[in-house]
């Protein structure tokens, strides 16, 4: 497994490195229309990069982070709520926030459909999901998941046209949108 609790100065200098201008441009888009103080979750958080850069687009939002890595979120920027805890098994009560982001941590998951259960029960109804990662069909993809592999990761990486199936599975409506070998997902319940 990757030893991410001993990872955070590295992701907290080098992790936003992926995050290209499209990808951003593609959250800032996802955050319009949000109104102040609603509440969004992180999952898989880390140092909390995804967060850092909504919060460009858009301060006036809760932001909340979860991630089982200590070391990841004690790099979390001071306006992150942080709670050591899995995808498959939230802290939170139902209904508690309007948004979930993922941030390149989708498939470090061990269970995507527990993980995506548990999105829909904390979500509020017409909740909003936002999702970053790699596309297993490319061939910069393929070799991200060989080297996961490689590391005992669970590697669960989607092409994105299977990732929108599973999500419509769990009641989400989904819009894909391809960025070479990485992909955006906004999804609304
Ligand atoms: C590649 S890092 C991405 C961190 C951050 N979202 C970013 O964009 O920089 C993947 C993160 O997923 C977390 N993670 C691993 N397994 C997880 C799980 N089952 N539930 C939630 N997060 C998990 C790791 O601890 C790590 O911080």
Request: proline share 4%.
């Given at each position: 497994m990757m030893p991410f609790n001993n990872l955070g100065f590295v992701f907290k200098h080098?992790?936003?490195?992926?995050?290209s201008k499209p990808i951003l441009d593609d959250l800032c888009l996802f955050l319009q229309g949000f109104t102040d103080k609603e509440s969004v979750l992180d999952i898989g958080?880390?140092?909390?990069a995804m967060s850092e850069f909504a919060y460009r687009c858009n301060e006036n939002l809760r932001y909340v982070a979860v991630d089982p890595a200590e070391g990841m979120l004690k790099?979390?920027?001071?306006y992150l709520e942080t709670y050591i805890a899995n995808a498959e098994l939230l802290p939170f009560e139902d209904s508690s926030f309007d948004a979930v982001f993922m941030g390149e941590s989708l498939?470090?998951?061990?269970?995507i459909d527990a993980a995506f259960s548990e999105v829909v029960r904390v979500l509020k109804d017409g909740g909003r999901l936002f999702i970053y990662d790699f596309d297993k069909s490319t061939f910069l993809g393929k070799s991200v998941y060989m080297m996961e592999k490689l590391f005992?990761?669970?590697?669960?990486?989607?092409e994105p046209i299977v990732l929108k199936e599973v999500l419509e599975g769990h009641g989400f409506s989904v819009t894909v949108i391809k960025h070479g070998w990485r992909y955006t997902v906004s999804a609304s319940l």
């Amino acid at each position: 497994m990757m030893p991410f609790n001993n990872l955070g100065f590295v992701f907290k200098h080098f992790g936003s490195i992926l995050y290209s201008k499209p990808i951003l441009d593609d959250l800032c888009l996802f955050l319009q229309g949000f109104t102040d103080k609603e509440s969004v979750l992180d999952i898989g958080a880390g140092t909390g990069a995804m967060s850092e850069f909504a919060y460009r687009c858009n301060e006036n939002l809760r932001y909340v982070a979860v991630d089982p890595a200590e070391g990841m979120l004690k790099y979390a920027p001071p306006y992150l709520e942080t709670y050591i805890a899995n995808a498959e098994l939230l802290p939170f009560e139902d209904s508690s926030f309007d948004a979930v982001f993922m941030g390149e941590s989708l498939h470090h998951f061990t269970d995507i459909d527990a993980a995506f259960s548990e999105v829909v029960r904390v979500l509020k109804d017409g909740g909003r999901l936002f999702i970053y990662d790699f596309d297993k069909s490319t061939f910069l993809g393929k070799s991200v998941y060989m080297m996961e592999k490689l590391f005992g990761e669970p590697a669960n990486f989607y092409e994105p046209i299977v990732l929108k199936e599973v999500l419509e599975g769990h009641g989400f409506s989904v819009t894909v949108i391809k960025h070479g070998w990485r992909y955006t997902v906004s999804a609304s319940l």
